[in-house]
Structure formats: C-alpha cells, structure tokens
C-alpha cells in the first residue's frame, strides 16, 4: 500500500499522576526522509514540549492567533490586549446588531443615545449587600460575554476581547430613615443612566444597591445593549437572585425575594 504521509507522529501519555510519561513514535518513509531529519525533528519537538512546561511551570500564560480562530489577529495584537487587560480569555467577532450598536454609540452626544439600558428591580425583605455584591461578581465570572473589551484589529474590523478577573462596578447606599429618599433615588438612578461606559473598558454594566429600609431596597442593573436584550434580563435576574441564595456559589434553588421592573 502507499504511504498516506511522508511523516506520522503517534503520541499517547502511560501512567497516571506522578508516573505519567508522554511517549512519542515518529515513523517517517525512508524514501523521503533521512533518520538524522527525523532525529533533529523530534529533537525541537521534544525542546519544545520542554519549552512550554516550563512557561506553564513559571506561571506564564497567553494567546497565540491558533488560539483564537473565530478572528484574525496577530501575535503583537495578542501581546498588547494582554498587557493592557492582564488575563485575556478568547477574541471573537461582533454581531452585525453589535456592530451596528457600537458605530451608532461612536455618534451619540448622550447615554441614553448610546443604547444604554437600565433596569431596577424591588427588593422585598433583609438584603445583605456584601453577599449580593457576591453574587454579581459570581455571575460576571460564569459569563465571559459579560466581560468583553470591543477593540479594532489591525485588519479594520472590531473584536471582542473577552477579559478574565474583572471586578464587578458596584455601588451601595444606604437611605435607611432619609426624609427625601424617594428623591434621592431617582437622583442616583439618574446618575446612572447618564454614566456613559467606553466600550473598550470592561465591564460595560455595574450594579448599584441603594437600602430605603430594613426590608426594602432597589438594584439598579445599568447596562450597554451591546451585552444583552430584553430577553436576557429575566435570566440575568434569576442567576443572579440564585447565586444570592447560595452565598456567591453555584446556584442551587430558586430565590424568592424578588420582583423585578423596568
């Protein structure tokens, strides 16, 4: 029979934990190829494998353009994105909706122009503000669509950089026996909605929970459509409210303490 390649590398790792050894054969058509070619080829493979064991070793850690196929990027633009946002998940493509939200953005003279949304939801009962601090950042961490930086590519057209370890924006105030607080709620949702975020600054949502009393409180989530649409506020609510329940972990139950409006 023919020869399907003129080399073939079969590789398979033996033994478990400590014991575990990566074993490489390389059969190559001697018609083709010389041993000492195939010997100085298995020799890089073998210096290279060695390479990245001790990069990941060392704690190093970064994208290469293989590692990111959905785009077309370039090492020095990898090496940048890394350096600026200092973990970088993936990079991907925009929507057309995406894009057309953010060339529109680019124009806007307001927020509310802008395509930035926000929606409250009425808090019934105790709420324990650094656990639903938690569970916002828990959430942020489960959503990588939720973390992205939109930056433009050498090539014209803009990407999504998704950035790993993001810190939640989050506000808390606290109203609790304040003669105007229902003003002063609609001033600080106001505030808000007129904060316009820059679309090349992760991430573009906060949370802000203002308390009016011991059972009763409002969260303001305010958005850039870009992230997401109406139909995903509803989900966004129930993980959230679950992850609450479970103190920031893996949701588990249903939470029963909230309502949301828009």
Do not use: K
């Not at 190829?33 to 100085?40: G, H, P």
């Not at 200092?86 to 057309?96: A, F, I």
């Not at 680019?106 to 503000?129: H, I, K, N």
Request: aromatic share 6%; net charge negative.
């Amino acid at each position: 029979m023919p020869t399907p390649s003129a080399l073939e590398v079969n590789a398979l790792v033996t033994g478990t934990g400590d014991d575990a050894r990566l074993t490489a054969l390389f059969t190559f058509a001697t018609g083709v190829l010389t041993a000492d070619e195939v010997r100085a080829l298995s020799r890089t493979w073998c210096a290279a494998l060695r390479g990245l064991r001790s990069l990941v070793e060392s704690g190093g850690r970064g994208l290469t353009p293989s590692d990111v196929p959905l785009v077309t990027v370039g090492q020095e633009e990898l090496d940048d994105w890394q350096r600026r946002f200092g973990r970088v998940g993936d990079v991907w493509p925009l929507t057309p909706l995406q894009d057309g939200l953010l060339y529109h953005t680019m124009l806007a003279q307001s927020a509310s122009e802008a395509y930035q949304t926000q929606f409250v939801f009425r808090l019934e009962g105790p709420v324990d503000p650094a656990r639903l601090r938690a569970a916002g950042q828990a959430l942020l961490d489960r959503h990588p669509n939720l973390r992205v930086a939109f930056q433009p590519s050498a090539t014209g057209e803009p990407v999504q950089v998704v950035v790993d370890d993001v810190p939640l924006p989050w506000r808390h105030l606290d109203l609790t026996g304040t003669a105007d607080a229902a003003t002063r709620l609609e001033e600080i949702l106001a505030e808000e909605r007129d904060a316009r975020f820059r679309p090349d600054s992760p991430p573009l949502l906060r949370l802000t929970l203002v308390t009016l009393g011991p059972r009763r409180a409002e969260l303001a989530l305010t958005a850039h459509h870009v992230l997401l649409d109406g139909w995903s506020v509803p989900l966004i609510e129930r993980e959230l409210m679950d992850l609450y329940t479970a103190g920031g972990a893996a949701p588990h139950r249903r939470a029963r303490t909230a309502t949301g409006t828009s």
